[in-house]
């Protein structure tokens, strides 16, 4: 007995983290597979905590490796200390490893849960982890702040009977826990994988798409209210899939956003739209321009100016030609850089819109000072004030302070006759939607509008 005991001591620390002293990722499964048989027994329900610090690769950027080498240590003591706390305990013998809480990984950790009460025990346990962890540590003489998601998988009402297939769950929860805001828990439940393979296979499915150009670019024409004239052109992507149809980049944007694949993507819209657009200019139309959305993760990435102005210079585009979309979220906490970095576009003829405005929650001082030509009113406001008197009101203010401060309004959506005619009545002066025209195919746009405009301008 004595002999085994200490076998069991030895093997434990083969499958030890030596950073941490918790047992690894292989040493947990093998435990929760015997607890599990356990629990099919006696219909005990189980429940496994996967927990997974928000940022800690920001930390090690910013302080190094030893800096979060302690930091990992030190969540290790707390969740210890929590597994104590709420009697999760699970040790061979007082000398050995606890066997219920593991590093998997990286700044991966998971706790199980043998015998439950109710599966909102699990919630109260991660919430607990949640509090603790966010009390901050001390390291050298640096007070350090973090939060961690947590995913929750339940035994055996997530109807899985193996260890990994319980883990994978609570790492799908995790996943869910973070795309959500951080600093979360969420239990599993089926739709959660349905979507996350779905996540999977997009990303899968536009790197192809990617490599074989299959995306192209839709163009949706911006008017004057009264005139009708077109006053410039939104590039909005489009992707023909070839199992699944038409794919809404409502779907697919933020989901390249997520997995940094709207970096190569935005890339190839911002040239192709360039391209196009010197095509359209080259061929007479030298008063309208091309409007490109770019994403916040963009911004982020890419250094606005060098990058824009590289693509123009590509296709010999005059920079009056070109115009970027933002939308307001990303202004809310838009760094100085950014600010001078928009501010250069703009000296050299670049136009500056705001997207969406009404939705980001940035405040009317912040307005005054940024530097942008165009504000675009969200569609939501347009979609309800014709029913509700109040959005109406909001529209009508926002249109008021919009012309104080000399942006130019560009009201989206309008799809019919009464938006047409309030929009009219407020003075707004460019509007957008399937009242004029949806998002049309380039060749449609030469063919027909190219003629309209000639027709204008000759
Ligand atoms: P957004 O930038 O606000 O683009 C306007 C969206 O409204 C487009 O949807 C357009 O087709 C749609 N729309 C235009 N007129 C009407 C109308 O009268 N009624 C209604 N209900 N909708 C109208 P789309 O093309 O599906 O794009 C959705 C969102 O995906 C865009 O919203 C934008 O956030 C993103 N997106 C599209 N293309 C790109 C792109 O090239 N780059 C980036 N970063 N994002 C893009
Ligand atoms: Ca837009
Ligand atoms: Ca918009």
């Known amino acids: 007995m004595k002999t085994k005991t200490k076998h069991k001591q030895i093997e434990n620390i083969a499958h030890c983290d030596k950073l941490t002293k918790l047992i690894d990722r292989q040493e947990f499964l093998e435990h929760i597979k015997q607890r599990l048989i356990i629990s099919a027994k006696n219909e005990y329900q189980s429940g496994l905590l996967f927990i997974d610090l928000d940022d800690f690769k920001q930390i090690n950027n910013s302080f190094g490796l030893s800096f979060g080498d302690e930091l990992l240590k030190q969540v290790s003591e707390c969740l210890r200390s929590v597994v104590c706390t709420e009697k999760l305990s699970f040790k061979m013998s007082p000398q050995t490893f606890e066997l219920n809480l593991a590093r998997l990984g990286g700044d991966k950790f998971a706790i199980f849960i043998h015998k439950l009460k109710s599966s909102e025990d699990t919630i109260r346990i ?18 350090i702040n973090i939060s961690a998601s947590i995913g929750i998988a339940i035994y055996p009402k997530n109807s899985s009977t193996t260890p990994n297939a319980l883990l994978q769950m609570a790492d799908v929860a995790m ?5 959500n805001g951080r600093g ?8 959660m994988s349905k979507k996350m393979r779905r996540h999977h296979y997009l990303v899968e499915e536009m790197r192809l798409a990617l490599a074989s150009n299959s995306f192209t670019l839709s163009y949706q024409p911006i008017v004057n209210v009264n005139s009708l004239e077109i006053n410039y052109f939104e590039a909005l992507i489009r992707w023909q899939h070839p199992i699944e149809g038409h794919i809404s980049p409502s779907e697919f944007i933020p989901i390249a956003e997520d997995s940094n694949l709207i970096l190569e993507l935005g890339d190839w819209i911002l040239d192709e739209a360039c391209r196009q657009m010197a095509s359209w200019y080259n061929a007479g139309m030298k008063e309208t321009r091309i409007s490109v959305n770019v994403s916040g993760i963009q911004l982020k990435h890419r250094c606005l100016h060098p990058w824009v102005i590289a693509a123009i210079n ?23 850089e950014l600010i001078l970095q928009l501010e250069k576009l703009r000296n050299e ?12 929650f940035s405040s009317l001082s912040l307005l005054a000072t940024l530097p942008v030509d165009v504000l675009k009113i969200d569609q939501l406001f347009i ?9 109406n009101k909001i529209l009508r203010s926002i249109v008021n302070m919009a012309s104080q401060l000399d942006f130019k309004i560009v009201v989206e959506g309008i799809e019919q006759v009464e938006q047409y005619e309030l929009i009219k009545l407020l003075g707004v002066s460019y509007i957008q939607g399937y009242f004029i025209d949806p998002p049309l195919q380039s060749h449609y746009v030469e063919k027909k509008l190219l003629q309209r405009y000639t027709e204008l301008h000759t």
């Open 126 to 143: 991660a919430q607990n982890i949640i509090f603790e962890l966010k009390k901050g540590f001390l390291i050298a003489n640096k007070s």
């Open 175 to 179: 996943y869910h826990a973070k795309a």
């Open 383 to 391: 979609a309800q004030a014709i029913q509700n008197n109040k959005y």
């Open 184 to 191: 979360l828990c969420y239990v599993y439940s089926s739709t």
């Open 314 to 336: 590509k296709f010999d585009l005059p920079a009056k030609s070109l115009m970027i979309e933002i939308t307001e979220s990303c202004f809310v906490d838009a760094s100085p």
């Open 349 to 360: 003829g670049v136009k500056i819109a705001i997207d969406d405005f009404g939705t980001g």
